[in-house]
Each structure stands twice: as structure tokens, then as C-alpha cells.
């Protein structure tokens, strides 16, 4: 039977020439031109390693690329995983420009001596302390830790004033969190910082006993608003995004604002940074540059990511609490950032 | 065939005996099993290396604190059960569909195996968009098995294509019920695919991570992610993964004394005599079986099907996907049938080594190939990662290295697919007939092997193909840099709550697994037509 014998001689033939082309295609894609200097850095190519939601990093990008001339190539990935990623490719990173969501991701860079300072300027663009001290990384944008709730199981008097009410009893069954999201270990160094590290411990097997455990703030958020559970504390711009989801008709879940200065109050920072193995420094440090200019900073606010600008001067997206009517506990990015005794506090109850 | 694992010390001139036996030396076999195995070795290489790096504090930090065992026996108990029942349904739906006059079996053949062609995320969102309180040890055995159980039955179709039919007719004359028939003569032909099929679903549960996270069910691999994800310590992470390997060597070897046992049993095909089996009339119990298998498909595919269209009619981001999902799942067929072909071709001369040529050496050859089922993808990826911005910078990054990713993740199941059929085309008297009649040992392989192993290789490329579509980890970390395939697509669009649009990705995923899994079904029919003629 020829014929049907045919397709089983063919495999390794059309695999033989798959492997040609594909190796062939990525000889091609290897080289990029890499003139630096003074001249202007339109028709360079800088690769972005981008932890960042993908959408509104697109719209920075496609502006960027408008007013400078240089091509942007952007790898998405979870930015934990792009982390470990770049750690591993040290001086070949392909990477000139890393774009997170949080900053312990950047912090780890800087801490192996991967990061190239970044430019005055850029680093001026937005308020200090939302920046790394050593002006390694520049913070972007901004996020408020909050609380969601279903509004058809309470009513906002019923609320708490503190994320530490959350370990009371009476929330037992009534909780949702994600503890495994890098946004949820700050909110135990804070506790930490301010009560002490028992009083941190106890706060968390608190809501151990209360909660149900998300795997994430998407998930969290989603099981607040069809009544799964009934309070989650998330980042604000989740509920944003999952209320232009599901519309007006599906929406069963608001947000509440912990007391001033609560322990609860933290402001979460993307940042961006240039690596030191770029081989692009100006047009990698240009975009940096772009992300906290005012033109960056506008279509951030104008995106569907529902996050503040950092630049001073720039709104954010209507709706939002304004940034300056945040009260956010009193401790640094740095304090906050490294979340090494939370993760064991974390591994040691279990949660992780 | 004589005993071809005599040791060394007692046969000095044993090594070249194992490999000659009676047939010549393989060196084809030899070098695509060396091939294989070095790239098995690299993310194990990577591992051991990372692992190193970690001092031993932290490690025993880790591995000795009380929530260690809880993960443990999480993940050791939900693989034996989920192993268990994968073993039942996988080999129950075989069976109606190869050997029963089952209605509408050629449409029941492909939609078995589709729910392996769904990603986790899809099959858990469908399961708790009905259940949101659905959480835990039976929410994770039930989400497992309904997408893990294509494992075993795939290969165990295909076992039961191949086998040769006359001898279950002989059995039935002589009086044995159709129980007694399945038990005495059908199993033990199709025993190696079952084996591997539950070898591949126990290994795979060992490193799964992401359908956990949804339904709130904490094993070990979550102690390994969260080193890599909120630790940044890559050395922590690749220690504790080395439980995996270890655990995954015990597995390995129990599956090979239980193979052990059956050895021998296999009877000896008549290929020249083939025919379709005359299939068994369920009779009155059509209705009841058809039942059976209509839930069965309903659960693992109509379940998730069902959240894909509840996404398209109520995602407020829902919109017609733009052109380049035709690009998208260009790339996705494309590199998911390269990735096919590599593995089903690096698994040939594995599996013919430690079929024919049996010894230590070939064995160990072959378990090695198993192991990446054993370890989580993010591990594999990185390791390639680490290996090619090393020694081979040109080609990170590129098309090529993603394919071989994927060929040493799904290695494991392309060796499961082949094995079997090797195990089936070793005890054919057809190889020797043709060798007598003086025909060159590449004529015997093409004429008369091929064809034998044909549906196993049927069967391999399926199961790689439908497993590197849904791929994600490796293909983020991989992929050169702008290049979209479905699932980063959908990625994309999932984390961003535009379900919506997210959809289409997953539905046209769907669609595409389909299609080795319509063609692997219409070419056992065809064979069994070509018997017929």
C-alpha cells in the first residue's frame, strides 16, 4: 500500500526541513544593527522583557517607537519568570530594557549587579521614594492595596477599618485571598514593621482560619464578585478591569479603603531598568526615559490598566480616587520590598 | 530470541553479544538513542548543577519543615488515585471503541482524546464557573483525571488496533466469556501501553502545578514555584526538583518490574492475517455503554467547551479575533507537528534499543527518557535556557530550540507510543521471514517494521503534537522574541481578564488537536481495511 505508507516516510523528510528553516530563520533574526554614539538612535532595535500587562506595555511601545524611531521587540512572560530568566542568561541577555509590575523582581537584578543606573533625568521624572535608592530602577506607575466586596452579602458599614480586623472570627468563611501573589507579602511586612513579627504571625494564622486561598488576585477577585467570598483584600486596578469584563448587569462587588495609614494602605510600584549587558545603552535608556515622560505617562492613564501615573502633573483614569487623597502607611519601597521573612512566615503556616 | 542480558563478568565478551543477539550491530539505533539521551541530560545537567549552587541550609530548611510531607503525601496520593481511575476510564474507552459495535465509534476515537488538547486553565475555569466552592483532594482528582486520562487510553487504542483479533475470536469459541477474553488475551497484548499510559499520567502529576492553583490543591511542586516565583532562588527551586527526580526513578522502576512480570506473556502476531475484529454487539447494553462514554466526554470536553462559549456570548471583551490568529495557529501547528516528528523519531531508536537489544545499558537509556515527565516545564525550559546562552547563543531563542524543548518535554509520551508497538513488532515472526528470504536489514525496517509500528507512531505523534499546542511555560521562555502562538495568545488575553477575546485562541486550540486525533482514527480503520482486502 503505497500510499498510506507514504505519510511515515514523509515525518522525518518534513522534519528535516523544519529544523533547516527554523534554523535558518533564527540566524536572520539574531542580527541587529547596534550603532551608538551620538547620532540619533531611530532604526536601532532594543528588546523589551516586559512583566508588565501586555496591552497597555503594547500602547507604550507602538507611541515610543512613534517618536523616536526605534523598534521596540517585546517577550512577555509572568515577570517572576522573567526574573529567573535573565538571571540565568547573565552577561547574554538578549534583554536592553526589563518592565515589571512589582519591584522585588527589579530589586534582584540590582542585587546580582545586573542593572546599568538609569539616567538623572528619568530617575527625577517621578517622586523619589517611588524609585530605587540606588537609581537602579525607576518606579512607572503606581497601585493602592484595598479591599473588594460583594455588595450583595454587605453593606459598607459593615466593613473594616483595618486589614488587621481581617483575622477577627467574624470573618470566618468570609474571606478570600491570594497569598501566593507578590502583591500579598508587603501587606506582612508591613504588619511586621508595625506590630512586630508575632504580631504579623498571628495576623496570618488569623486568616488562614478565615479564608479561602486564591491562586491569584484575578481569581480573588472574580469569587468577591459572584459571592464566593465575600471580602478580598487585592490591588485596585483588578476590580477596574474585571468590572469592564463582566459590565454593569454582572457586577456584584465594590471596593472599600482601609483607615488612613493602616497597615493595610500600601502603594504598589511597577518600575522599569535598563540592563548592564545592553549593548543599546541610549535607545534602552531613551525608553526608560519615555515611561515616566509625560507623553508615557499620559497613555498609561489613558489605558485599560486602571494604574496611577507616577509623574507629578499627569491624572489618572477617571473614576479612580485621586492619588494625593491616598494615605499610605509610612514605609519606604525598600522596607516593603524585600519579602524574605513573609515568605517563610508564609512557607512555615502552610500558605505556600 | 535468547536471554540478552548476560553480565559482564561472566561473559567477557558479553557487551557485543547484548547488542548483536541476531541481528547486527544498531547503529542507527545507537546514535539516535545517544542523541536522546543527551538531550534528557540537559535540564537534568542544569539541575544538578543549580541545585549545587544551594547551600545545604536552605535546602534542609525546605525539605525538613512539617508543610514538606503534607505536600508529599498531597501529591502522592492524588497520582495513585488519579492513576488508578485514568487506567480504568483510559482502557474502558479503548475497548468500546476498538472492539464493540458502539455507535458512532470514529466520532467517539477523536473526541477522547481532545480533552488533552485544552489547557488546564480552560478545563479548571469551566469546572469552577459551575461550582465555585469546588476545591481540594476530589476536585483535583476529578479535574486530573477527566484531562489525563487521553494518556492511557491513546496508547491503548492503538495497542488494541494492532492486536491481532483472531486470537480473541478463538478464545470466545472456545467458550471464554468476554471478561475471561479481555483478561487472558486482549490485556496482556496491550499491557505495555497500559504501563506506559499510567506511567506517564503518575509522572505527569508529579511536576503538574498549574490545574492545582485553581482548585486550591497544594503537592510539592508548589514548594518548588514558589523558590522560583516570590523567592527568586533558582538553586532552592532546582534542589527540591530533585525530589521529583528522585521520586520519579522509584516510579520508573516499579513500572518496570510490573512490565516484568507480564514479559513473555505476549503471543506472536500473524500481521499477514489481519483483519477487522468482529467487533463485540453490546446488545442490550448499548445504551448504558453509549451513556457511559457520552458522560465521559461530556465531562472532560463539554465542561470546558461550555466556558469557552459562555466566555464568547457574555466576555464584555469579546470581539472577532483579529487576523493574525491564522499566524498564531500557524505557528502553533507548525511547531506542535516538527516537535511530533522529533520525538516520535528520537523515540524509534530508544524504544528499539530497549526492546531488541535489551540490557542495562539500552534500559537505562530508555527510563531516561521518561524522567522529564517527572519535572516540572519551568525547570526544563530554564535549563535550556542556561545550556544555549552558553555554548549555543546563535540558536537561543529560535524556532529550533523551542521545538526541541518541546521534543524533550514530550518525549515521554512519544516513547510510550512507540514502545508498545516495538514490544509487538519484536515477537512478529514477519521480520525474520524476510530476512531469510535475504533482504538487507534497512528493506526489512521499512517494509516490515514500519508498517507494524505504524499505529504507535500514529499514536506518538499525536499525543505530542495535541500536548506541545497547549505548551506555555517553555514556549514564553523559548519562543523568539515576537513570535505569538495560540496559547501565548490566550495567555495574554486571560491575564488580562478579556476572557472574550481570549476564547477563540482556546477554541481554535481545540480544533487544531483535532486533527492528528481525526487522522490517527481514520488510519487504524484504514489498516484494518487494508487487512480486509
Same mark, same amino acid.
Given at each position: 500500500?503505497?500510499?498510506?505508507?507514504?505519510?511515515?516516510?514523509?515525518?522525518?523528510?518534513?522534519?528535516? +526541513? !523544519? /529544523? =533547516?528553516?527554523?534554523?535558518?530563520?533564527? &540566524?536572520? #533574526? @539574531?542580527?541587529?544593527?547596534?550603532?551608538?554614539?551620538?547620532?540619533?538612535?531611530?532604526?536601532?532595535?532594543?528588546?523589551?522583557?516586559?512583566?508588565?500587562?501586555?496591552?497597555?506595555?503594547?500602547?507604550?511601545?507602538?507611541?515610543?517607537?512613534?517618536?523616536?524611531?526605534?523598534?521596540?521587540?517585546?517577550?512577555?512572560?509572568?515577570? +517572576? !519568570? /522573567? =526574573?529567573?530568566?535573565?538571571?540565568?542568561? &547573565?552577561? #547574554? @541577555?538578549?534583554?536592553?530594557?526589563?518592565?515589571?509590575?512589582?519591584?522585588?523582581?527589579?530589586?534582584?537584578?540590582?542585587?546580582?549587579?545586573?542593572?546599568?543606573?538609569?539616567?538623572?533625568?528619568?530617575?527625577?521624572?517621578?517622586?523619589?521614594?517611588?524609585?530605587?535608592?540606588?537609581?537602579?530602577?525607576?518606579?512607572?506607575?503606581?497601585?493602592?492595596?484595598?479591599?473588594?466586596?460583594?455588595?450583595?452579602?454587605? #453593606?459598607?458599614?459593615?466593613?473594616?477599618?483595618?486589614?488587621?480586623?481581617?483575622?477577627?472570627?467574624?470573618?470566618?468563611?468570609?474571606?478570600?485571598?491570594?497569598?501566593?501573589?507578590?502583591?500579598?507579602?508587603?501587606?506582612?511586612?508591613?504588619?511586621?514593621?508595625?506590630?512586630?513579627?508575632?504580631?504579623?504571625?498571628?495576623?496570618?494564622?488569623?486568616?488562614?482560619?478565615?479564608?479561602?486561598?486564591?491562586?491569584?488576585?484575578?481569581?480573588?477577585?472574580?469569587?468577591?464578585?459572584?459571592?464566593?467570598?465575600?471580602?478580598?483584600?487585592?490591588?485596585?486596578?483588578?476590580?477596574?478591569?474585571?468590572?469592564?469584563?463582566?459590565?454593569?448587569?454582572?457586577?456584584?462587588?465594590?471596593?472599600?479603603?482601609?483607615?488612613?495609614?493602616?497597615?493595610?494602605?500600601?502603594?504598589?510600584?511597577?518600575?522599569?531598568?535598563?540592563?548592564?549587558?545592553?549593548?543599546?545603552?541610549?535607545?534602552?535608556?531613551?525608553?526608560?526615559?519615555?515611561?515616566?515622560?509625560?507623553?508615557?505617562?499620559?497613555?498609561?492613564?489613558?489605558?485599560?490598566?486602571?494604574?496611577?501615573?507616577?509623574?507629578?502633573?499627569?491624572?489618572?483614569?477617571?473614576?479612580?480616587?485621586?492619588?494625593?487623597?491616598?494615605?499610605?502607611?509610612?514605609?519606604?519601597?525598600?522596607?516593603?520590598?524585600?519579602?524574605?521573612?513573609?515568605?517563610?512566615?508564609?512557607?512555615?503556616?502552610?500558605?505556600? | 530470541?535468547?536471554?540478552?542480558?548476560?553480565?559482564?563478568?561472566?561473559?567477557?565478551?558479553?557487551?557485543?553479544?547484548?547488542?548483536?543477539?541476531?541481528?547486527?550491530?544498531?547503529?542507527?539505533?545507537?546514535?539516535?538513542?545517544?542523541?536522546?539521551?543527551?538531550?534528557?541530560?540537559?535540564?537534568?545537567?542544569?539541575?544538578?548543577?543549580?541545585?549545587?549552587?544551594?547551600?545545604?541550609?536552605?535546602?534542609?530548611?525546605?525539605?525538613?519543615?512539617?508543610?514538606?510531607?503534607?505536600?508529599?503525601?498531597?501529591?502522592?496520593?492524588?497520582?495513585?488515585?488519579?492513576?488508578?481511575?485514568?487506567?480504568?476510564?483510559?482502557?474502558?474507552?479503548?475497548?468500546?471503541?476498538?472492539?464493540?459495535?458502539?455507535?458512532?465509534?470514529?466520532?467517539?476515537?477523536?473526541?477522547?482524546?481532545?480533552?488533552?488538547?485544552?489547557?488546564?486553565?480552560?478545563?479548571?475555569?469551566?469546572?469552577?464557573?459551575?461550582?465555585?466552592?469546588?476545591?481540594?483532594?476530589?476536585?483535583?482528582?476529578?479535574?486530573?483525571?477527566?484531562?489525563?486520562?487521553?494518556?492511557?487510553?491513546?496508547?491503548?487504542?492503538?495497542?488494541?488496533?494492532?492486536?491481532?483479533?483472531?486470537?480473541?475470536?478463538?478464545?470466545?469459541?472456545?467458550?471464554?466469556?468476554?471478561?475471561?477474553?479481555?483478561?487472558?488475551?486482549?490485556?496482556?497484548?496491550?499491557?505495555?501501553?497500559?504501563?506506559?499510559?499510567?506511567?506517564?499520567?503518575?509522572?505527569?502529576?508529579?511536576?503538574?502545578?498549574?490545574?492545582?492553583?485553581?482548585?486550591?490543591?497544594?503537592?510539592?511542586?508548589?514548594?518548588?514555584?514558589?523558590?522560583?516565583?516570590?523567592?527568586?532562588?533558582?538553586?532552592?527551586?532546582?534542589?527540591?526538583?530533585?525530589?521529583?527526580?528522585?521520586?520519579?526513578?522509584?516510579?520508573?522502576?516499579?513500572?518496570?518490574?510490573?512490565?516484568?512480570?507480564?514479559?513473555?506473556?505476549?503471543?506472536?502476531?500473524?500481521?499477514?492475517?489481519?483483519?477487522?475484529?468482529?467487533?463485540?454487539?453490546?446488545?442490550?447494553?448499548?445504551?448504558?455503554?453509549?451513556?457511559?462514554?457520552?458522560?465521559?466526554?461530556?465531562?472532560?470536553?463539554?465542561?470546558?467547551?461550555?466556558?469557552?462559549?459562555?466566555?464568547?456570548?457574555?466576555?464584555?471583551?469579546?470581539?472577532?479575533?483579529?487576523?493574525?490568529?491564522?499566524?498564531?495557529?500557524?505557528?502553533?501547528?507548525?511547531?506542535?507537528?516538527?516537535?511530533?516528528?522529533?520525538?516520535?523519531?528520537?523515540?524509534?531508536?530508544?524504544?528499539?534499543?530497549?526492546?531488541?537489544?535489551?540490557?542495562?545499558?539500552?534500559?537505562?537509556?530508555?527510563?531516561?527518557?521518561?524522567?522529564?515527565?517527572?519535572?516540572?516545564?519551568?525547570?526544563?525550559?530554564?535549563?535550556?535556557?542556561?545550556?544555549?546562552?552558553?555554548?549555543?547563543?546563535?540558536?537561543?531563542?529560535?524556532?529550533?530550540?523551542?521545538?526541541?524543548?518541546?521534543?524533550?518535554?514530550?518525549?515521554?509520551?512519544?516513547?510510550?507510543?512507540?514502545?508498545?508497538?516495538?514490544?509487538?513488532?519484536?515477537?512478529?515472526?514477519?521480520?525474520?521471514?524476510?530476512?531469510?528470504?535475504?533482504?538487507?536489514?534497512?528493506?526489512?525496517?521499512?517494509?516490515?517494521?514500519?508498517?507494524?509500528?505504524?499505529?504507535?507512531?500514529?499514536?506518538?505523534?499525536?499525543?505530542?503534537?495535541?500536548?506541545?499546542?497547549?505548551?506555555?511555560?517553555?514556549?514564553?521562555?523559548?519562543?523568539?522574541?515576537?513570535?505569538?502562538?495560540?496559547?501565548?495568545?490566550?495567555?495574554?488575553?486571560?491575564?488580562?481578564?478579556?476572557?472574550?477575546?481570549?476564547?477563540?485562541?482556546?477554541?481554535?486550540?481545540?480544533?487544531?488537536?483535532?486533527?492528528?486525533?481525526?487522522?490517527?482514527?481514520?488510519?487504524?480503520?484504514?489498516?484494518?481495511?487494508?487487512?480486509?482486502?
Amino acid at each position: 500500500m503505497p500510499t498510506s505508507r507514504l505519510p511515515v516516510l514523509l515525518a522525518p523528510l518534513l522534519l528535516i +526541513a !523544519t /529544523l =533547516a528553516l527554523a534554523a535558518c530563520g533564527s &540566524g536572520k #533574526s @539574531s542580527s541587529s544593527s547596534s550603532t551608538s554614539g551620538g547620532a540619533s538612535l531611530a532604526g536601532q532595535t532594543i528588546t523589551l522583557y516586559n512583566g508588565q500587562h501586555e496591552q497597555t506595555t503594547a500602547l507604550l511601545v507602538k507611541a515610543f517607537e512613534r517618536q523616536t524611531g526605534i523598534t521596540v521587540k517585546v517577550r512577555s512572560d509572568d515577570e +517572576a !519568570t /522573567l =526574573a529567573n530568566q535573565i538571571l540565568q542568561e &547573565g552577561e #547574554s @541577555s538578549p534583554a536592553d530594557v526589563f518592565y515589571t509590575e512589582n519591584t522585588p523582581a527589579l530589586e534582584v537584578l540590582r542585587e546580582h549587579g545586573l542593572l546599568e543606573p538609569l539616567a538623572h533625568a528619568t530617575l527625577a521624572s517621578v517622586p523619589a521614594k517611588y524609585s530605587s535608592p540606588q537609581g537602579s530602577w525607576v518606579g512607572v506607575s503606581a497601585r493602592a492595596s484595598v479591599l473588594v466586596y460583594n455588595t450583595s452579602q454587605l #453593606s459598607p458599614a459593615q466593613l473594616p477599618n483595618s486589614i488587621l480586623e481581617l483575622a477577627q472570627p467574624k470573618w470566618k468563611g468570609k474571606l478570600g485571598f491570594a497569598p501566593s501573589e507578590t502583591d500579598f507579602q508587603p501587606l506582612i511586612t508591613s504588619i511586621s514593621k508595625l506590630d512586630g513579627p508575632s504580631a504579623a504571625e498571628k495576623w496570618l494564622e488569623g486568616i488562614k482560619a478565615n479564608g479561602k486561598v486564591y491562586p491569584d488576585n484575578e481569581t480573588a477577585v472574580a469569587q468577591v464578585n459572584n459571592g464566593e467570598s465575600a471580602i478580598s483584600p487585592i490591588n485596585h486596578y483588578y476590580w477596574y478591569r474585571l468590572r469592564d469584563e463582566v459590565g454593569k448587569g454582572g457586577l456584584h462587588s465594590a471596593l472599600h479603603y482601609f483607615a488612613a495609614h493602616d497597615p493595610g494602605d500600601l502603594i504598589d510600584v511597577s518600575g522599569a531598568a535598563v540592563l548592564r549587558s545592553s549593548s543599546h545603552q541610549p535607545a534602552a535608556q531613551a525608553f526608560a526615559a519615555f515611561l515616566v515622560s509625560n507623553t508615557g505617562q499620559e497613555v498609561l492613564a489613558h489605558s485599560h490598566s486602571y494604574e496611577y501615573p507616577l509623574r507629578p502633573g499627569v491624572s489618572p483614569a477617571p473614576g479612580l480616587r485621586a492619588f494625593d487623597q491616598l494615605q499610605p502607611v509610612a514605609l519606604s519601597l525598600t522596607e516593603l520590598g524585600d519579602g524574605s521573612a513573609a515568605l517563610e512566615l508564609e512557607q512555615k503556616l502552610g500558605l505556600l | 530470541m535468547s536471554s540478552l542480558t548476560p553480565t559482564a563478568d561472566q561473559n567477557p565478551g558479553s557487551f557485543t553479544r547484548a547488542w548483536s543477539g541476531r541481528r547486527r550491530w544498531p547503529v542507527l539505533s545507537v546514535a539516535g538513542g545517544a542523541i536522546a539521551s543527551g538531550l534528557v541530560l540537559l535540564p537534568l545537567a542544569f539541575l544538578l548543577n543549580q541545585a549545587g549552587r544551594s547551600g545545604w541550609g536552605e535546602v534542609s530548611r525546605l525539605l525538613f519543615r512539617h508543610s514538606t510531607a503534607v505536600l508529599l503525601w498531597n501529591t502522592a496520593r492524588l497520582a495513585f488515585a488519579s492513576t488508578a481511575l485514568c487506567a480504568l476510564l483510559g482502557v474502558a474507552a479503548a475497548w468500546c471503541v476498538e472492539r464493540t459495535n458502539l455507535p458512532a465509534r470514529r466520532l467517539w476515537a477523536v473526541a477522547l482524546v481532545l480533552p488533552l488538547g485544552i489547557p488546564d486553565f480552560v478545563i479548571g475555569f469551566g469546572w469552577v464557573s459551575i461550582d465555585p466552592s469546588l476545591h481540594g483532594y476530589l476536585a483535583a482528582l476529578m479535574i486530573m483525571t477527566l484531562s489525563l486520562y487521553p494518556l492511557v487510553y491513546l496508547p491503548v487504542a492503538a495497542g488494541l488496533a494492532r492486536a491481532d483479533p483472531a486470537l480473541e475470536e478463538v478464545a470466545r469459541s472456545l467458550g471464554l466469556g468476554a471478561w475471561q477474553t479481555f483478561r487472558r488475551v486482549t490485556l496482556p497484548q496491550i499491557w505495555p501501553a497500559v504501563l506506559g499510559g499510567c506511567l506517564l499520567v503518575t509522572l505527569g502529576l508529579l511536576a503538574e502545578y498549574g490545574a492545582f492553583e485553581i482548585v486550591q490543591y497544594q503537592t510539592f511542586t508548589v514548594a518548588i514555584f514558589t523558590e522560583f516565583k516570590l523567592g527568586f532562588d533558582a538553586a532552592a527551586a532546582c534542589a527540591l526538583s530533585l525530589v521529583l527526580v528522585a521520586i520519579g526513578i522509584v516510579v520508573l522502576g516499579g513500572e518496570l518490574t510490573l512490565a516484568g512480570r507480564n514479559r513473555g506473556t505476549g503471543t506472536r502476531p500473524r500481521e499477514g492475517a489481519r483483519r477487522p475484529s468482529s467487533a463485540v454487539a453490546l446488545g442490550r447494553l448499548t445504551v448504558p455503554v453509549l451513556a457511559g462514554v457520552f458522560a465521559l466526554v461530556g465531562l472532560a470536553l463539554g465542561v470546558p467547551i461550555g466556558a469557552l462559549v459562555y466566555w464568547l456570548v457574555h466576555g464584555g471583551s469579546t470581539t472577532l479575533p483579529s487576523a493574525s490568529i491564522l499566524t498564531e495557529a500557524g505557528h502553533t501547528a507548525v511547531f506542535s507537528a516538527a516537535a511530533a516528528a522529533l520525538a516520535t523519531t528520537l523515540a524509534v531508536p530508544v524504544c528499539a534499543l530497549s526492546v531488541r537489544h535489551r540490557n542495562r545499558f539500552t534500559l537505562a537509556i530508555e527510563r531516561l527518557a521518561y524522567l522529564p515527565q517527572a519535572l516540572p516545564g519551568l525547570v526544563i525550559a530554564l535549563g535550556l535556557v542556561s545550556f544555549t546562552i552558553r555554548y549555543a547563543l546563535p540558536l537561543y531563542q529560535s524556532t529550533l530550540e523551542l521545538i526541541v524543548a518541546y521534543a524533550i518535554l514530550f518525549l515521554p509520551l512519544a516513547v510510550v507510543g512507540v514502545r508498545a508497538a516495538m514490544v509487538h513488532a519484536s515477537s512478529s515472526v514477519l521480520e525474520d521471514v524476510a530476512r531469510s528470504l535475504g533482504r538487507r536489514p534497512v528493506t526489512v525496517w521499512l517494509r516490515v517494521t514500519l508498517p507494524v509500528i505504524r499505529p504507535g507512531l500514529g499514536a506518538a505523534f499525536a499525543l505530542v503534537f495535541v500536548s506541545s499546542a497547549t505548551e506555555l511555560t517553555a514556549t514564553l521562555l523559548l519562543r523568539p522574541t515576537g513570535v505569538n502562538t495560540l496559547a501565548t495568545q490566550f495567555w495574554t488575553y486571560t491575564s488580562d481578564f478579556s476572557y472574550g477575546a481570549a476564547a477563540p485562541y482556546a477554541a481554535v486550540m481545540v480544533a487544531i488537536s483535532a486533527v492528528p486525533a481525526y487522522v490517527l482514527s481514520r488510519r487504524v480503520s484504514a489498516l484494518a481495511r487494508i487487512g480486509q482486502s
